[in-house]
């Protein structure tokens, strides 16, 4: 009998999430019937459907959390659609295996009942949840000791861990105490065979010398205001008026952002095309000089890899962003690193990268074989196919 796989995500619907769409395709692959239960995508009709054989089931988001009082609200939505549909699902094709991916931390509520009935789980670690807080709010507290009680209780409830990388490997081995056997390093890795590079695009220079390319989601944390300071010390301070900027992605503080590059009087220079389909990011990912990640290092994102990264790489472009131990692990000699929080030194180094072309061909010509021989989903697959048979030989 075909062992069957429930695949539940929080945070973003499946049709959205390439890490999770490809680990449920490549569970597919490796002989599980497979179901999926995820926020509903926008546009979209409610109702069950297919995504490649693969059975979607999702639920509605009346509220899509910004502050900590909108993020409860959202989190207890999502767990009763998750608990209601999983039954659902339960009775009627039972599955063996729940593969949960955070955040939050707060599938292990569900999980419980079900492993009483024989289901295991797959712990899917995309986020260090507690560090996201203090990256979010600035500071820890009573939530904080809740995320990390929340996140102790997963990584003890689940049978099988699998880490973005190796810092958080370290965190499930330290703080959930799981054995090095139990846990998987799967790096985001790009599928080479869907991501397309083009002809680079002459028109959307529109006049520009240069162009500079942000895809990402916009909220809270991703570093977009810093982006536009950087911007505007460029056009300003440096009096460089021959760059545009070019951001690309939605998300909950899309129009702030929007409006504060208005207020900066920066509408010549920055673009915001909000969420495109694929076929025009890969218009823009083939077209632009340099690709940015404006976060600042904090204890978050120096153990985060960020599926930008290998996004811009796949492109082959070189990438300038603060410096941060996973952000080094992942780009190598495709980066150029700022050593310091600072707009102003990391202007200062996108501007050098520009103006220097033989450097930027040769930081993606390294980008381009580091995502080859190391960082693409053909190659991680592997590991998870092996994160699979570990939780198989368990029962």
């Known amino acids: 009998m075909r062992k069957h796989v429930l695949f539940i995500i929080e945070n973003t619907s ?5 890490r999770v769409r490809s680990e ?8 599980f019937d497979v179901s999926v239960i995820c926020p509903k995508a926008r546009k979209r009709k409610f109702r069950a459907d297919e995504l490649d054989g693969i059975r979607v089931y999702e639920h509605p988001e009346p509220v899509i959390g910004v502050g900590k009082l909108s993020l409860v609200l959202e989190y207890v939505n999502a767990f009763f659609w998750e608990l209601v549909l999983a039954l659902r699902i339960y009775f009627g094709q039972r599955f063996h295996i729940i593969h949960s991916a955070n955040p939050p931390d707060h599938v292990f509520l569900l999980a419980i009942p079900f492993r009483l009935l024989g289901v295991r789980f797959i712990f899917d670690h995309h986020d260090i949840t507690p560090e996201t807080y203090i990256a979010k709010f600035g500071k820890k507290g009573l939530v904080y000791k809740l995320l990390l009680m929340m996140e ?24 959930g105490g799981r054995h090095a056997d139990d846990v998987f ?35 809270q944390q991703e570093g977009i205001d810093v982006l536009l300071r950087v911007a505007r010390y460029l056009v300003m301070t440096r009096g460089r008026t021959d760059i545009r900027f ?19 009087s920066l509408e010549r220079y920055v673009s915001f095309t909000g969420f495109v389909p694929d076929a025009d990011l890969y218009n823009i990912l083939s077209s632009v000089d340099v690709c940015v990640n404006p976060e600042f290092r904090n204890e978050f994102t120096d153990k985060s890899t960020m599926i930008k990264i290998m996004e811009y790489m796949t492109f082959g472009k070189p990438v ?36 220097d072309e033989p450097k930027r061909k040769a930081m993606g010509a390294e980008a381009t074989a580091r995502i080859q021989n190391f960082l693409c989903w053909e190659k991680q697959k592997d590991n998870l196919k092996r994160a699979y048979d570990r939780i198989s030989s368990i029962g």
């Open 320 to 355: 300038v962003q603060f410096y941060t131990t996973e952000g080094q692990v992942t780009a190598g000699e495709a980066a150029v690193y700022v050593r310091e929080n600072s707009e102003e030194l990391f202007g200062d180094a996108l501007l050098e990268l520009l103006e």
């Open 246 to 264: 070019i951001i690309v992605g939605s998300g909950p503080y899309w129009k702030e952002m929007v409006e504060l590059s208005r207020r900066m």
């Open 185 to 219: 390093v799967v790096r985001n890795g790009p599928d080479l065979g869907r991501m397309k590079r083009l002809e680079a695009n002459g028109d959307l220079r529109r006049g520009f010398s240069y162009l500079v390319g942000y895809v990402g989601i916009i909220s």
């Open 14 to 18: 499946v049709y959205n999430d390439t």
């Open 152 to 175: 102790s209780l997963t990584f003890r409830s689940t049978d099988v861990v699998i880490s973005t990388n190796e810092s958080y490997k370290k965190i499930a081995m330290g703080r």
């Open 24 to 31: 449920a395709l490549a569970a597919k692959e490796f002989g």
